[in-house]
């Protein structure tokens, strides 16, 4: 007879980072990349907005394929709909291990998130779990998660939010946007910040510095 079992072990995962960690550190962001990217390319859309006062830390999504047939370039995610609750839960494990660190490294720091596209649903499951509770979070062209738990919706309560989309991103259409909001709204009596931009499934670069200034303050 057929049976599964799941095992607690150790791994190592990739973290890459921006910046350097010292006593002048006053923010750090947390950064979590879409479906299909590596952190060594999300980095670069970070790289001008590093300050004296400012880093940023990349944790790579633990899910590794090829994206295109068996051999060629490699991608990353966070996670499939196969045992989904399972991903989640360690993803929360995964991310309270980096949180943890940033404030050893920085611990005068206040940590902030940027989630892109697949990292904004991840980040957003994550808050208010192992320790993982940033300051303000900027979702950028992802989708909200339906099923947040308690500990999900009482974090994002206490943190700043700010959502942006654009205007022909193939993945979040303008409908799927205002059922997400009006989802926030009915079910969990969130109203979202949420900002536009002309473009696609992309950081538009001028928002994006602007926003992260303005979420320090």
């Known amino acids: 007879m057929s049976q599964t079992h799941w095992l607690t072990i150790a791994q190592e995962q990739r973290v890459d980072s921006l910046g350097s960690f010292s006593e002048a550190t006053k923010h750090v962001w947390v950064g979590l990349h879409g479906y299909g990217q590596l952190v060594q390319f999300f980095a670069r859309h970070f790289r001008l907005l590093v300050t004296e006062e400012r880093a940023f830390v990349f944790p790579q999504g633990p899910h590794k394929f090829y994206l295109n047939g068996v051999h060629g370039r490699v991608g990353a995610s966070w996670m499939t709909k196969d045992h989904r609750l399972a991903d989640i839960a360690n993803q929360r494990i995964y991310l309270g291990f980096v949180f943890r660190w940033i404030k050893q490294q920085a611990p005068k ?14 980040i957003m499951r994550c808050i208010g779990h192992e320790e993982v509770q940033p300051a303000s979070l900027l979702a950028w062209a992802g989708s909200w998660p339906p099923d947040l738990d308690e500990a999900n919706r009482a974090a994002l309560e206490g943190l ?25 709204e009915e079910k969990y ?16 670069a001028e928002k994006l510095a602007r926003e992260i200034t303005a979420l320090e303050k």
């Open 189 to 204: 009596n969130f109203e979202p910040t949420v900002g536009i931009y002309e473009g696609g499934h992309s950081f538009n």
């Open 109 to 122: 720091a206040t940590i902030h998130c940027v989630g892109f596209s697949q990292g904004v649903a991840t």
């Open 160 to 184: 700043a939010f700010k959502a942006w989309f654009g205007t022909q991103d193939e993945f979040i259409t303008s409908e799927k946007k205002q059922e997400m909001i009006k989802h926030y």
